[in-house]
T-cell receptor
Framework: GQQVMQIPQYQHVQEGEDFTTYCNSS?????IQWYKQRPGGHPVFLIQ?????EVKKQKRLTFQFGEAKKNSSLHITATQTTDVGTYFC??????????FGSGTKLNVKP | GAGVSQSPRYKVAKRGQDVALRCDPI?????LFWYQQALGQGPEFLTY????????KSGLPSDRFFAERPEGSVSTLKIQRTQQEDSAVYLC?????????????FGPGTRLLVL
């Protein structure tokens, strides 16, 4: 089974509200990547974090990698309808494996 | 430039049939990955190639699953004697890097339905 968990599983927000998804691993990860998958589409790479405590921003998106390199978060400020999709974290962890999280499905109401 | 392509995009198979799924990675990409994505779940790793060498096949769920990349470019994932639990989207991804830790570029996937 997957060792990377994400919460929440679903999130419904009004356009303009903020959104955060959290990713937790049972083991230390050497890196964390975030992907976005639109409905019916395939995962598209957003960003990679490597360093403990690292924070990166992409316009309205803020990504954090925890100090212990076992958790991460993605925060979207002032969501837009174009943000709709499922956000996956993925990390390289135990047994030299690349693990995807279970995903958080974001729905934005206009 | 062209991204990762996969064919067929959709496949319906009767239980017990063999299927072959094709992946054309981005030209020049060294690494190639196969994932299985069940409905509402994240992709689960199946296997990894670096050029023609299959370096990790630990995610293949059974010996009915077989993958190859004989010339280090196109890859085929074959599933023998398909079963209903094989129904999923099969995603292929490629990367220009020689490690599994770097950015992966995903194809559109093949949606397999086993009846």
């Amino acid at each position: 089974g997957q060792q990377v968990m994400q919460i929440p599983q679903y999130q419904h927000v009004q356009e303009g509200e903020d959104f955060t998804t959290y990713c937790n691993s049972s083991t230390t990860l050497s890196n964390i990547q975030w992907y976005k998958q639109r409905p019916g589409g395939h995962p598209v790479f957003l960003i990679q974090l490597v360093k403990s405590g690292e924070v990166k921003k992409q316009k309205r998106l803020t990504f954090q990698f925890g100090e212990a390199k076992k958790n991460s978060s993605l925060h979207i400020t002032a969501t837009q309808t174009t943000d709709v999709g499922t956000y996956f974290c993925a990390g390289f962890g135990g047994f030299n494996k690349f693990y995807f999280g279970s995903g958080t499905k974001l729905n934005v109401k206009p | 430039g062209a991204g990762v392509s996969q064919s067929p995009r959709y496949k319906v198979a009767k239980r017990g049939q063999d299927v072959a799924l094709r992946c054309d990675p981005i030209s020049g990409h060294v690494s190639l990955f196969w994932y299985q994505q069940a409905l509402g779940q994240g992709p689960e790793f199946l296997t990894y190639f670096q050029n023609e060498a299959q370096l990790d096949k630990s995610g293949l769920p059974s010996d009915r699953f077989f993958a190859e990349r004989p010339e280090g470019s196109v890859s085929t994932l074959k599933i023998q004697r398909t079963q209903q639990e094989d129904s999923a989207v099969y995603l292929c991804a490629s990367s220009p890097h020689r490690t599994q830790q770097e950015t992966q570029y995903f194809g559109p996937g093949t949606r397999l339905l086993v009846l």
